[in-house]
């Protein structure tokens, strides 16, 4: 067992907290291998997601590692973040299939399937970083916008704002 700081069990207790959200109410009927389908036509499967997002959280996830346990060889490291990232993604998977697959009926993962595979659907994958992204930074920039006008107008007068 190895001894962990202060500081190593406070990052993996926020880990921890954040990664065990309340469970979801299941209302669909929808099965799981297409709901596979579904995951995988997005570009959501395991290998898809390693494939993206492998290499970066790797990285991130050694530097973490180093931090808390510096004198940790660097192929000890690796090798234990290698394989936790390879479980998490397929964990993550399959508990999307099942997520999918408890709700959304036949017809509706049917439905999404056949959105994924148009070319609307294509566009909507390849676009939807880029929105999210954009969106991000609009809705930081409005909420600047709105706490500035906000003291503005509550210091209008006020003698304390100066």
């Known amino acids: 067992m190895v001894a962990m700081?202060?500081?190593?069990?406070?990052?993996?207790?926020?880990l921890a907290a954040v990664s065990n959200p309340a469970s979801a109410a299941t209302n669909g009927t929808?099965?799981?291998?297409?709901?596979?389908?579904v995951l995988a036509a997005q570009g959501a499967d395991a290998a898809s997601w390693m494939a993206k997002n492998g290499g970066p959280a790797h990285d991130k996830l050694m530097t973490m590692l180093k931090h808390v346990l510096p004198n940790v060889s660097d192929d000890a490291a690796s090798g234990a973040?290698?394989?936790?990232?390879?479980?998490?993604?397929?964990?993550?998977?399959?508990?999307?299939?099942?997520?999918?697959?408890?709700?959304?009926?036949d017809a509706e993962l049917n439905d999404l399937l056949t959105f994924y595979r148009s070319a609307g659907g294509r566009a909507w994958?390849?676009?939807?970083?880029?929105?999210?992204?954009?969106?991000?930074?609009?809705?930081?920039?409005?909420?600047?916008?709105?706490?500035?006008?906000?003291?503005?107008?509550?210091c209008k007068g006020a003698t304390v704002c100066n």
């Open 5 to 14: 700081t202060s500081k190593a069990m406070f990052i993996f207790s926020v």
């Open 30 to 37: 929808g099965n799981q291998a297409l709901a596979a389908h």
């Open 81 to 105: 973040v290698d394989t936790e990232i390879q479980y998490e993604a397929s964990a993550f998977y399959q508990e999307n299939v099942k997520l999918y697959a408890a709700h959304f009926s």
């Open 125 to 154: 994958l390849a676009q939807s970083p880029l929105i999210v992204q954009e969106r991000t930074a609009n809705a930081r920039q409005i909420s600047i916008d709105v706490v500035r006008r906000m003291v503005n107008s509550a």
